[in-house]
């Protein structure tokens, strides 16, 4: 039996069998109780808002396109005085997905060779069966606009005292090591 995957505070999943040709658009409006989940999943002191407008299109024969972007208010704790820092996440969304076993998922090996190109397209990503969590991506996404060192503006963090030069005395692992040392 294969174990479905943990479903976020924002998840929203779409069939994507039944995406029209043109794409179908896709909102995401977080309720309290969810901008409360997703402030205990990142460690934030509280998500304000939290908005998604995606939109998903069929890609290739078999795969998915998501685009759109991901909006948020989020408080933080400053990393240097703990007071609240708030700020305003807006991150793009981009990202394609394809079926397990797609050969859209598969790196093609060039004579041996296996070339990445760092300004290139990503890979796709993959999904099981015919359902994709969208909300899931857009959490994703707003991750990535999280900053991982909210500074309160003018907070400056003191320098430590020096510490000591190396001791007076070698203690008794030194003198072993030396020891050691001295017999190769």
Not at 15 to 39: C, F, Q, T, W, Y
Not at 151 to 168: F, L, S, T
């Amino acid at each position: 039996m294969t174990e479905k995957p943990k479903k976020t505070p924002v998840s929203h999943e779409v069939n994507v069998h039944r995406l029209a040709r043109k794409g179908m658009p896709v909102s995401i409006e977080a309720d309290e109780r969810e901008r409360s989940s997703l402030a205990q999943e990142h460690d934030l002191v509280s998500v304000e808002r939290f908005a998604a407008e995606l939109t998903v299109r069929p890609w290739k024969a078999d795969g998915v396109r998501v685009t759109g972007t991901v909006e948020a208010d989020i408080t933080q704790a400053c990393v240097v005085t703990l007071q609240p820092v708030s700020s305003h996440i807006k991150e793009d969304v981009s990202a394609t997905l394809v079926p397990e076993g797609s050969r859209l998922a598969r790196n093609e090996v060039d004579g041996g060779e296996f070339v990445l190109d760092a300004e290139g397209p990503d890979m796709p990503d993959t999904f099981h069966g015919s359902i994709i969590d969208v909300g899931a991506l857009a959490e994703e996404f707003f991750t990535l606009g999280i900053d991982p060192y909210p500074r309160k503006a003018g907070a400056v963090m003191e320098a430590g005292q020096p510490q000591d030069e190396a001791p007076k005395e070698p203690g008794p692992l030194y003198e072993g090591l030396r020891k050691l040392g001295q017999k190769s």
